[in-house]
């Protein structure tokens, strides 16, 4: 039976929908749910136009509850059947008690070559430092932020006159081609590293 995938998002969901996308024929995996902590998100509405069913659990209802806040998303992810967690550009950090419900079935990408540039502004930083390569991971989430166990990574040059806004570009285009070919390997149950 195809593997159930719930895709967490807080902004636009490109790499969403190319997840979206890549599960047909015979991938071991459909979507189940399109999941955003923000009913602002840009990805909901792609997510309903290519048939995906949508939830929202706004973070700010919660306060600093974040326990109740993740208490809430457990709840939707298993009222839609999950078996895998997707994180895709979901802007919240995780704490250990809902990390440790989903180890080993929940990915994140990260736009660096991780263990690089952990957090944010990682484009930014690879070029202040004067990186010659960047790129994207795909790991698996454990309770060590952006720390789990790397799965995949693609790598980009980074080129003179580069910014961040086209360095995020040039890196965004690889991980269209990552996290579906890590996300179809790990249904499989493939849990070696493959990279690009
Ligand atoms: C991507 O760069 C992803 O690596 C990062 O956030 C961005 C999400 O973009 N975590 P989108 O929402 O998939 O368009």
Known sequence: ??????????????????????????????????????????GLAKASALGVPTAVVDHRLFGP?????????????????????????????????FVTRWQGRMLNIHPSLLPKYRGLHT?????????????????????????GPVLGQARVPVLPGDTPETLAARVLDQEYRLYPMILRRFAHGQRGRADL
């Open 123 to 147: 484009h930014a930083r690879a070029i202040a430092a004067g990186e010659a390569e960047a790129g994207c991971t795909v790991h698996e989430v454990t309770a060590e932020l952006d720390g």
């Open 1 to 42: 039976m195809s593997k159930r995938v719930a895709i967490l998002i807080s902004g636009g969901g490109s790499n969403m929908v190319r997840l979206v996308e890549s599960m047909v024929g015979d991938h071991p995996a459909r979507p189940c749910l399109v999941l955003a902590n923000d009913p602002g998100a840009g």
């Open 65 to 97: 509850d974040r326990a109740g806040f993740e208490a809430e998303l457990t709840r939707v992810l298993v009222a839609h059947g999950a078996d895998i967690l997707c994180l895709a550009g979901f802007m919240r950090v995780l704490t250990e008690g």
